[in-house]
């Protein structure tokens, strides 16, 4: 937790070397056309968002600390979930201190690259997560159901998989729409196919 959370706040330290070089007000949101449509000034730049970051990476492992199956959570997946505010930090602070200083990037392919490698990582390790509140597809009638969870997360290991692999594949020539619709279509498979065997067990 402890080398997380400086990692986490890695881009203030790095931020405060370039502190001369960055502009007033910064680009730190970019929209579909993968142009910046949002500033905000340096400090919040430099402090804030890493600070948000740290503060949401905290937020995620007390929550599954006091989860009350958390002995259920898989010791993997939860180092998992320790490194992606890191490195969500880090990509975050690379595109937006990269901008500011002149280099031009291409948002969906970063970020294609990106949640792709999260997906598959994520994938690979969703079928081993027993029924808990914190992580997985938490669906009522999946967590009262060990054997509906079970298949889920087993369709849902498979739906991230997949759709990561799509997403590193196509990241060249994909746009934000795209990506979006590749982001969403994993979630929301296993959550059909969950009420589908749900309604089929009960009928």
Same mark, same amino acid.
């Given at each position: 937790?402890?080398?997380?959370?400086?990692?986490?706040?890695?881009?203030?330290?790095?931020?405060?070397?370039?502190?001369?070089?960055?502009?007033?007000?910064?680009?730190?949101?970019?929209?579909?056309?993968?142009?910046?449509? =949002? /500033? +905000?000034?340096?400090?919040?730049?430099?402090?804030?968002?890493?600070?948000?970051? @740290?503060?949401?990476? #905290?937020?995620? !492992?007390?929550?599954?600390?006091?989860?009350?199956?958390?002995?259920?959570?898989?010791?993997?997946?939860?180092?998992?979930?320790?490194?992606?505010?890191?490195?969500?930090?880090?990509?975050?602070?690379?595109?937006?201190? =990269? /901008? +500011?200083?002149?280099?031009?990037?291409?948002?969906?392919?970063?970020?294609?690259? @990106?949640?792709?490698? #999260?997906?598959? !990582?994520?994938?690979?390790?969703?079928?081993?997560?027993?029924?808990?509140?914190?992580?997985?597809?938490?669906?009522?009638?999946?967590?009262?159901?060990?054997?509906?969870?079970?298949?889920?997360?087993?369709?849902?290991?498979?739906?991230?998989?997949?759709?990561?692999?799509?997403?590193?594949?196509?990241?060249?020539?994909?746009?934000?729409?795209?990506?979006?619709?590749?982001?969403?279509?994993?979630?929301?498979?296993?959550?059909?196919?969950?009420?589908?065997?749900?309604?089929?067990?009960?009928?």
């Amino acid at each position: 937790l402890l080398l997380t959370s400086v990692i986490t706040l890695l881009p203030v330290f790095i931020g405060l070397f370039l502190w001369n070089q960055l502009p007033d007000s910064v680009a730190t949101h970019f929209g579909l056309n993968n142009q910046p449509d =949002g /500033y +905000s000034s340096k400090a919040f730049a430099v402090f804030g968002l890493p600070l948000i970051l @740290l503060a949401v990476h #905290l937020v995620c !492992v007390v929550a599954t600390k006091i989860d009350p199956k958390s002995k259920d959570i898989n010791k993997k997946i939860f180092r998992v979930l320790l490194w992606i505010c890191p490195l969500v930090s880090l990509f975050v602070s690379t595109v937006i201190y =990269g /901008y +500011s200083l002149g280099y031009d990037f291409d948002m969906s392919y970063l970020c294609g690259i @990106l949640i792709g490698v #999260l997906y598959l !990582v994520l994938g690979n390790f969703l079928p081993t997560v027993k029924p808990n509140y914190t992580i997985g597809f938490r669906i009522s009638w999946a967590l009262c159901d060990p054997e509906n969870w079970y298949r889920t997360h087993r369709f849902g290991g498979k739906c991230m998989v997949i759709g990561g692999i799509i997403m590193i594949v196509t990241a060249p020539f994909q746009n934000m729409w795209i990506l979006i619709a590749l982001i969403l279509v994993p979630c929301i498979l296993p959550v059909i196919y969950s009420y589908l065997y749900y309604r089929k067990i009960i009928s």
